[in-house]
């Protein structure tokens, strides 16, 4: 196995060059890694002070940001986070996990930390690595010169094609976007070495940038030149690094003479969809032969099931090992493919061709809408009144019995996949609602070193209960720099100012109507609003919708907001719940998924803009929720885990188990695990999660094991 050959092949596309600085902690006894673009910082604890001192970043194996040197006899992980122990070489030695113990004697070793920032230590020395269940130690025999390198998550397009309406320049220009893969070989399965494809604007005439270099796979699909055709297909074209061409037929060819129908049993999107399942997951598997020999659940499970001999796939090229996966019947590995993380639906019209980009960086499947359009009184629903009828003195959050926001809606078609979005017009119901302006806004976003900022707006003085239950959740964690301010009854030009000011996030709490934000004097319009500066939004008030969607016109990203009435009571538990799951590390749609289940007014709300968007990052890197159930004298822990940008599809999680040695696929629900009391209690003590039980929303810093 050639595994140098296979590090060096990281560095295309790797440079992010600036986005990471590094400073010491307040007391000097330690080093801040600060990604300024992604909002994110890491921090090793060392048992004096430092003072960290620039290096050439070619020290590394694998490609960094920025580095720093800085003397040391150790250096303590806040969390407990995978380590990999490699020789000057780039062999891999060891994995060290919760409860390690590893000792290594003196010579070169890099060692890779699976931070929320990836990070790397280049020393010589002895090394020893022990992890307990809370923090993980990396010590050396006297004090050492630790070279530190980091490398941003962030991921920025290396240039735009243009392109006409024509579907045939259409083809040429997906067929650019596996220049944004970092390597060619089953590591692409990483999200790391998945790159941000180009982006794409409409034009006279096809125009692709001769610094866009295109991989030559030796793999080619061809579909009908049509919308519909070119859309499903972009994201396997983009994984497999293929030349999208003009065909009769929807088919696989490579250059060894395999060719694969699509569509010839299932229908052509479910045979794109179950093919890029089918790829990605065994390369996922693959790759485990590789510089990560890490024992994988999902390896072990899939060996029993089919004979694919791992070893010898992994150094073949890829349309041999797209050959061999493709003899696997679906249905034999279907079971344990991890939840997908996106299904997006996009009407086949020539606009749709801007959102492709965003789309196929978040390795969706793309489906051709198949809708319902539902009226009004059917998202509203009979609930609502019935609550109100029910409970005295309940009140919505709306000024009037005004008209909803639209007289009918869009219903997407329900798939398997953790979150569903619509690209195209109309207001969906069940998705979040995507547009073009909140993912350019995504890339534009500008650099800050400073704290994390939120503000939380109260414009209405009857809804004070949420306001106070917000003000406690948003930046409760110690270990991250929130800056969080409250204001109350607030004019139509200081709600103007504090909008056009730089911050995180925005929690509106008040009226909203079809005129605008209730203000203390009057109504303020987000049409009339030229710069908002906003990154993400929570509008918890009646029909935010359309006032949501012109905040991201005006510059923000991505948000919450409500399709029609909700009530007051509803609003405020919604409100609780989407406040401690962002200050958690969840995306605003995965937050947005969990909350909803709190209140029946949940349906009302909807993600605008970019749902991946994270305010803070998750302490253990991957958010994860667990619900709990009582089985005999023990509990079975469901445990279920969040992509996000900086921990997508393809990342591994482990649980902090004592008994469990092997790592899991993330998405979706990973296997359960049964445990006694005194396990679950030291289990939830590890990290403050949101926790299920019996249905109800709990958190596991307030949940006694003698409360299940």
């Known amino acids: 196995m050639k595994e140098q050959d296979r590090i060096e092949q990281q560095n295309i596309g790797g440079d992010h060059a ?47 940001d920025a580095s720093v040197s800085v003397t040391t006899k150790s250096i303590t992980l806040p969390t407990v986070v995978a380590v990999y122990v490699r020789d000057a070489s780039g062999r891999m030695l060891t994995e060290a996990e919760h409860f390690a113990t590893e000792e290594f004697p003196e010579d070169t070793y890099s060692l890779e930390i699976c931070a929320p920032i990836k990070c790397y230590l280049r020393v010589n020395s002895q090394v020893s690595i022990s992890a307990n269940a809370t923090q993980t130690q990396i010590s050396f025999e006297t004090p050492t010169d630790v ?33 944004a893969l ?29 610094c866009l270099e295109v991989p030559e796979t030796g793999v080619r699909i061809e579909v009908p030149p049509d919308y519909e055709s070119i859309y499903v297909v972009t994201p396997l074209v983009y994984y497999l690094g293929a030349q999208l061409e003009p065909g009769s037929e929807p088919r696989i060819v490579t250059e060894t003479g395999f060719e694969y129908t699509l569509g010839a049993t299932r229908g052509f999107e479910a045979d794109v969809e179950r093919v890029l399942k089918q790829v990605f997951f065994l390369d996922c598997i693959t790759r485990t032969e590789g510089y990560y020999q ?13 004979d694919l001999d791992f070893s010898t796939l992994y150094d073949k090229s890829l349309p041999e090992q797209l050959e061999a996966y493709l003899e696997v019947p679906f249905d034999v590995i279907e079971d344990q493919i991890p939840e997908w993380k996106q299904t997006t639906h996009v009407r086949p019209t020539a606009d749709s061709i801007d959102f492709l980009p965003f789309v196929v960086d978040d390795l969706a499947i793309i489906r051709t809408p198949v809708s319902n359009t539902v009226s009004e009184s059917t998202v509203q629903t009979s ?3 019935e609550f109100l009828r029910a409970e005295s003195g309940e009140f919505t959050r709306s000024t009037s019995q005004s008209e909803s926001l639209d007289s009918s809606y869009i219903q997407p078609e329900n798939t398997d996949s953790l979150e569903q979005t619509w690209i195209g017009d109309g207001t969906p119901v069940g998705a979040s609602k995507a547009t073009t302006d909140a993912f350019e806004h995504r890339l534009d976003r500008t650099p800050t070193d400073g704290d994390i900022d939120i503000t939380v707006i109260c414009n209405d003085m009857e809804m004070h209960a949420e306001r106070d239950v917000v003000e406690e959740s948003y930046g409760e964690r110690a270990k991250l720099p929130f800056d969080v301010s409250v204001k109350r009854d607030l004019t139509t030009e200081e709600l103007r100012e504090t909008l056009a000011s730089e911050q995180d996030f925005l929690h509106y709490i008040g009226h909203i109507d079809e005129e605008g934000f209730n203000c203390a004097d009057g109504k303020l319009d987000a049409t009339t609003l030229e710069t908002v500066a906003v990154d993400a939004f929570l509008l918890n008030a009646c029909q935010s919708y359309k006032q949501g969607m012109h905040l991201l016109e005006a510059g923000s990203i991505g948000g919450v907001v409500t399709l029609s009435e909700v009530i007051n009571s509803g609003a405020v538990r919604i409100g609780r719940a989407m406040a401690r799951l962002l200050n958690r590390g969840f995306p605003l749609q995965a937050a947005l998924d969990i909350a909803r289940d709190e209140s029946i007014v949940g349906g009302q709300y909807i993600v605008v803009g970019d749902g991946g968007l994270a305010i803070a990052q998750a302490e253990s890197g991957t958010p994860n929720m667990c619900e709990i159930e009582k ?45 006694s009391r005194s396990e679950l209690d030291e289990f939830l003590q590890l990290e403050d999660i949101p926790v299920k039980v019996d249905g109800e929303l709990k958190w596991s810093s307030q949940l006694s094991v003698s409360e299940i």
Do not use: C, W
């Open 18 to 64: 600036g986005t990471i600085s590094f400073e010491p902690t307040a007391d000097e006894t330690g080093l801040n890694i600060i990604d300024p673009i992604e909002r994110h910082r890491y921090s090793l604890a060392t048992p004096t002070r430092v003072s960290p001192t620039p290096i050439n970043s070619d020290t590394f194996l694998f490609p960094v």
């Open 147 to 179: 070279f530190v390198g980091a490398r941003s998550h962030h991921d920025h397009p290396a240039a735009t094609v243009t392109t006409t309406t024509d579907p045939k320049d259409m083809m040429a220009a997906v067929s650019t976007f596996g220049s």
């Open 182 to 210: 970092k390597t060619t070989s089953v590591e692409r399965s990483y999200p790391t070495l998945r790159g941000h494809p180009p982006t794409i604007e409409r034009g006279d005439e096809l125009q692709i940038p001769d």
């Open 294 to 306: 890490v024992d994988l659940h999902e390896r072990e499970e899939i060996e029993q099931v089919v």
């Open 383 to 385: 609930a609502v009144s």
């Open 631 to 675: 089985v005999g004298d023990n509990y079975r822990v469901h445990l279920s885990t969040y992509p996000t940008d900086q921990r997508g599809l393809g990342s591994m999680v482990i649980p902090h188990l004592a008994e469990v040695e092997n790592f899991f696929l993330s998405s979706g629900e990973i296997e359960p695990f049964d445990l």
